[in-house]
């Protein structure tokens, strides 16, 4: 357990990103593609649905012990959150409203953020931008690990710590890495969230708090469905930083697995990222792939050459103040 990690600096290419050629490919070849790029139907309701049931959550663990209470926010909680985090992840992307209607698309995000007891949607939008534009760009994708990050969490009991701490690492980081003005729309998320909060706290008291806030850190820590936090990026082959798994808990996380998919057309809601995959196969099939989010997780720890690291990174014209 006290053997550090292989890794002690990044993947540095100097090419652009893959995804942005391989649309123009795609979409030059079959131009069917651009008929996915729509909305997605049921989104809303689905999200709807799904901060419903946390609500009645609320009451109902009025009564349990502390125990239980955190129990059932890491076994029920954690998963029906972070199902909202992805879906705050897809309506980003303008696909509950269409790109006509980005203004209903952001008002619905933090609807979606209601659950999760911190206001996120916004912020997430802000950056996830950057991220998609400029996918491994230096000081700008700021879902790339900081210097000190790699440095510190490089044995395998310390990339076990990073995994539980994920929620405070995606919050603080771009603060430090790409930090942007405080913007109309992230003072609104925050203040119907605390609006929110104060109802709950209200109506039922501390406990139901304590779950909403503990299913979102535990769920996006430690656990099962955090496994493509590092499934989607990390480097497990030489030379490839994107990563696509076509398992299981695509149901209740709206098809991010497809991340592959979801990087060549960032317009199109996970919904039908699998119809993507089978207009176009020969340019899927031959990838590497991820077959369980909970080996990624276990082979992310114990792996030397693992660890937050493990990033193909990139010198961006933006960063150099070339654009």
Same mark, same amino acid.
């Given at each position: 357990?006290?053997?550090?990690?292989?890794?002690?600096?990044?993947?540095?290419?100097?090419?652009?990103?893959?995804? #942005?050629?391989?649309? @123009?490919?795609?979409?030059?070849?079959?131009?069917? $593609?651009?008929?996915?790029?729509?909305?997605?139907? =049921?989104? @809303?309701?689905?999200?709807?649905?799904?901060?419903?049931?946390?609500?009645?959550?609320?009451?109902?663990?009025?009564?349990?012990?502390?125990?239980?209470?955190?129990?059932?926010?890491?076994?029920?909680?954690?998963?029906?959150?972070?199902?909202? /985090?992805?879906?705050? !992840?897809?309506?980003?992307?303008?696909?509950?409203?269409?790109?006509?209607?980005?203004?209903?698309?952001?008002?619905?995000?933090?609807?979606?953020?209601?659950?999760?007891?911190?206001?996120?949607?916004?912020?997430?939008?802000?950056?996830?931008?950057? !991220?998609?534009?400029?996918?491994?760009?230096?000081?700008?994708?700021?879902?790339?690990?900081?210097?000190?990050?790699?440095?510190?969490? *490089?044995?395998?009991?310390? @990339?076990? $710590?990073?995994?539980?701490?994920?929620?405070?690492?995606?919050?603080?980081?771009?603060? *430090?890495?790409?930090?942007?003005?405080?913007?109309?729309?992230?003072?609104?998320?925050?203040?119907?969230?605390?609006?929110?909060?104060?109802?709950?706290?209200?109506?039922?008291?501390?406990?139901?708090?304590?779950?909403? %806030?503990?299913?979102?850190?535990?769920?996006?820590? %430690? !656990?099962?469905?955090?496994?493509?936090?590092?499934?989607?990026?990390?480097?497990?082959?030489?030379?490839?930083? #994107?990563?696509?798994?076509?398992?299981?808990?695509?149901?209740? /996380?709206?098809?991010?697995?497809?991340?592959?998919?979801?990087?060549?057309?960032?317009?199109?809601?996970? *919904?039908?990222?699998?119809?993507?995959? @089978?207009?176009?196969?020969?340019?899927?099939? !031959?990838?590497?792939? =991820?077959?369980?989010?909970?080996?990624?997780?276990?082979?992310?720890?114990?792996?030397?050459?693992?660890?937050?690291?493990?990033?193909?990174?990139?010198? *961006?014209?933006?960063?150099?103040?070339?654009?």
């Amino acid at each position: 357990m006290g053997n550090s990690a292989g890794r002690s600096d990044f993947e540095w290419v100097y090419s652009d990103q893959p995804h #942005t050629q391989r649309r @123009k490919e795609m979409l030059a070849k079959y131009p069917a $593609i651009k008929a996915l790029m729509r909305p997605d139907p =049921h989104l @809303k309701w689905t999200v709807l649905g799904m901060v419903l049931v946390q609500l009645l959550a609320c009451w109902l663990v009025c009564g349990l012990t502390w125990r239980w209470l955190l129990f059932w926010a890491y076994a029920f909680g954690g998963c029906v959150n972070h199902s909202l /985090t992805l879906a705050i !992840h897809d309506i980003s992307h303008n696909t509950a409203f269409g790109t006509g209607y980005a203004a209903c698309n952001r008002w619905f995000a933090i609807f979606a953020n209601l659950p999760i007891g911190l206001p996120y949607s916004a912020s997430f939008k802000k950056y996830h931008v950057d !991220h998609h534009r400029y996918l491994g760009g230096d000081g700008l994708d700021v879902d790339i690990p900081t210097n000190f990050e790699g440095w510190l969490f *490089c044995t395998p009991a310390r @990339k076990l $710590i990073w995994l539980v701490l994920q929620p405070f690492f995606y919050a603080l980081r771009p603060l *430090c890495v790409h930090p942007k003005a405080v913007t109309r729309m992230e003072m609104l998320n925050t203040l119907v969230q605390l609006a929110f909060d104060v109802v709950i706290f209200a109506l039922w008291g501390i406990k139901p708090l304590v779950y909403l %806030l503990a299913s979102s850190l535990l769920g996006l820590g %430690l !656990h099962p469905i955090s496994g493509h936090f590092v499934a989607e990026h990390y480097m497990f082959l030489k030379g490839h930083e #994107t990563y696509s798994y076509y398992g299981p808990l695509n149901w209740i /996380t709206f098809n991010v697995g497809y991340h592959m998919e979801h990087h060549d057309f960032p317009s199109i809601p996970g *919904c039908n990222l699998p119809l993507v995959r @089978k207009i176009a196969p020969e340019y899927y099939d !031959h990838l590497p792939q =991820h077959y369980s989010w909970v080996k990624v997780l276990w082979d992310f720890v114990f792996e030397d050459s693992l660890g937050p690291y493990a990033r193909i990174k990139r010198k *961006c014209k933006v960063a150099e103040g070339h654009l």
